[in-house]
């Protein structure tokens, strides 16, 4: 069974930089479309970005220019860079499969 493990969390203020990973357990990480969701208090859960198995990238359009989704094929992990980090950035950011989702790891922005 897959199991998906997100990381790399915390709090940080505003402007600043985190990189959350997603560590995947399973056979067909290589081929798996993975996808960061975000869920704010009281909000419901949104799509931040994806990445496919040949690396095509989307974005929201909230994020676009400050947030980059990358794969380590390599490490069955992939990754979230998020830089100029805004208040409206704070959620609980879970990773996604298309099946599965991890536990889910908190980001707060301090303003």
């Known amino acids: 069974q897959v199991q998906l493990v997100e990381s790399g969390g915390g709090l940080v203020q505003a402007g600043g930089s985190l990189r959350l990973s997603c560590a995947y357990s399973g056979s067909f990480f290589s081929f798996a479309t993975m996808g960061w969701y975000r869920q704010a208090p009281e909000k419901q859960r949104e799509l931040v970005a994806t990445i496919t198995g040949g690396l095509r990238t989307t974005y929201a359009t909230s994020v676009k220019g400050r947030f980059t989704i990358s794969r380590d094929n390599t490490k069955n992990t992939v990754y979230l860079q998020m830089n100029s980090l805004k208040p409206e950035d704070t959620a609980v950011y879970y990773c996604?499969?298309?099946?599965?989702w991890g536990q889910g790891t908190q980001v707060t922005v301090s303003s």
């Open positions: 996604y499969d298309g099946a599965n």
